[in-house]
């Protein structure tokens, strides 16, 4: 407790998660002390918002701001070769509560804008890695003494009473107390990087190519375009030494690269990540929570991973300021349930049930049956990757359902991810 008898909070961790849970505690009247530790590389993933995170935009009072460095984000589109494009429209999607529409963002300037957020809801920034120790062997963390030293103005060498990880997937403190974590069932590397003269099909969508080895994406930014490549991390050491090499080599020979009509010029380094999938087997403790990618992160294929971290922001904010049991349960039960109803989601895409099923979809809409089923399936398909809905019971069954019976015959192999 503070001298004011208010409960206090430090985040560890100044990303989207950490700064939204930070923003929101304030809101509900705690005392919030965030370690952001400032180090940035030239470029981060994240950049393709999904439409359910607009509503949080609005609330953080922010998406103003994001709009005038954001692009617009009408919809998606899925290019399965040269020949077959699907294109997702948001504002043809019937019914749900959340606005037809997203952003795409460069995370340097995204991140800003929620940090600025935090701090003028209230919170106090410190701008210093935070560090964290075991209390003995028991399930309680502290903070060393010089983070605590370093938030004297905040804390004034008070421990706080809760102390949460927003460090992203370095993990800290399940690392600290070794907690299990559940690995997802690919081991993919992702390649990053901005490219000047990247042809888009459509400009307001975000674009998800499947390559002979894996899949890629494209994402419109203002004056360049966010390219990655998903390729499993066997192959991808067949395109080179360094992470330039592999992109560069990716980008010039993979054949479906070559549908592109301007490969593009690569302007920045490139980023990799590897061992993205994982998921901890408990996110709440003694006086410890864990929220955003250090709780869970489960692909990055239909861009769930921003709306999660603040879904679980906003969640837990509500489940501290609570402090009951209950609440603290409910928490972490709410964030396996989401990131376990998007992992099904997604392992339709690699399993390529998901393509199959929307290459049928368009074979079967002009039949009388097909319209049918057609209304509901526009419905609530969609939806999910809007991130509407992807816990509602029906559509999650719909989704599940209609990858197993609605194939009318085809083979999900020939769109497989490999
Ligand atoms: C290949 C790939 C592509 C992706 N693409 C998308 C996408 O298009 N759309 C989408 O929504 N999501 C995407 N994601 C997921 C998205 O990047 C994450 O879900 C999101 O960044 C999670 O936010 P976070 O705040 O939990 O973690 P982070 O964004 O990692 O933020 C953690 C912050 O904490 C700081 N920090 C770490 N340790 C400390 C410490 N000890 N003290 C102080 N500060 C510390 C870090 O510097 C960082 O600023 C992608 C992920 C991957 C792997």
């Not at 909070?9 to 705690?30: D, E």
């Not at 081991?187 to 899949?215: P, Q």
């Not at 030494?241 to 690269?257: G, I, S, V, Y």
């Not at 921003?306 to 972490?332: C, G, H, K, N, V």
Request: aromatic fraction near 10%.
């Amino acid at each position: 407790m503070n001298d004011q008898g208010r409960k206090t909070v430090a985040i560890l961790g100044g990303g989207p998660a950490g700064s939204t849970l930070a923003a929101y505690l304030c809101k509900h009247g705690l005392d919030v002390t965030m370690f952001a530790d400032g180090k940035r590389p030239p470029l981060i993933v994240g950049e393709s918002l999904i439409p359910a995170v607009v509503p949080f935009l609005r609330e953080l009072g922010v998406e103003e701001e994001v709009a005038a460095y954001g692009t617009w984000k009408g919809g998606a589109t899925f290019v399965y070769d040269r020949d077959y494009h699907l294109n997702i429209w948001f504002k043809e999607v019937r019914g749900g509560n959340t606005p037809k529409y997203s952003y795409n963002v460069p995370r340097d300037r995204f991140d800003a804008t929620l940090r600025d957020a935090a701090t003028r809801a209230g919170a106090a920034l410190v701008e210093t890695t935070g560090k964290l120790e075991r209390v003995g062997d028991s399930d309680r963390v502290r903070l060393t003494d010089d983070t605590l030293a370093a938030a004297r103005d905040s804390l004034a060498g008070r421990q706080p009473d809760w102390i949460v990880d927003a460090m992203g997937r370095g993990r800290g403190l399940p690392k600290l107390l070794d907690l299990p974590v559940d690995a997802g069932s690919r081991r993919d590397t992702a390649l990053h990087a901005h490219l000047e003269n990247v042809e888009v099909e459509v400009e307001t969508n975000v674009h998800t190519d499947r390559l002979s080895r894996g899949w890629s994406w494209r994402i419109p930014l203002q004056g360049r375009v966010s390219v990655g490549f998903i390729v499993d991390d066997a192959s991808i050491r067949e395109f080179g030494a360094t992470a330039e090499e592999q992109f560069d080599n990716l980008l010039r020979h993979d054949p479906k690269m070559r549908d592109w009509s301007a490969p593009g010029r690569r302007i920045t380094p490139v980023m990799k990540y590897t061992n993205y999938q994982a998921r901890v087997t408990r996110g709440i403790g003694t006086n410890w929570a864990l929220v955003g990618d250090a709780f869970g992160f489960v692909d990055p294929v239909f861009s769930s991973g921003m709306l999660i971290a603040m879904q679980s922001a906003r969640q837990l904010a509500a489940a501290l300021a609570d402090d009951s049991q209950r609440a603290l349960t409910d928490y972490d039960a709410y964030v396996k349930a989401n990131l376990d109803a998007w992992r099904s989601v997604i392992e339709h895409f690699y399993d390529g049930r998901l393509l199959t099923l929307f290459k049928v979809g368009q074979h079967v809409r002009n039949k009388f049956w097909g319209k049918l089923v057609d209304f509901h399936f526009r419905k609530h398909m969609p939806r999910v990757f809007m991130g509407d809905d992807v816990t509602n019971p029906y559509s999650s069954w719909l989704v599940e359902f209609m990858s197993t019976h609605g194939l009318y015959g085809h083979d999900p192999e020939e769109f497989r991810i490999l």
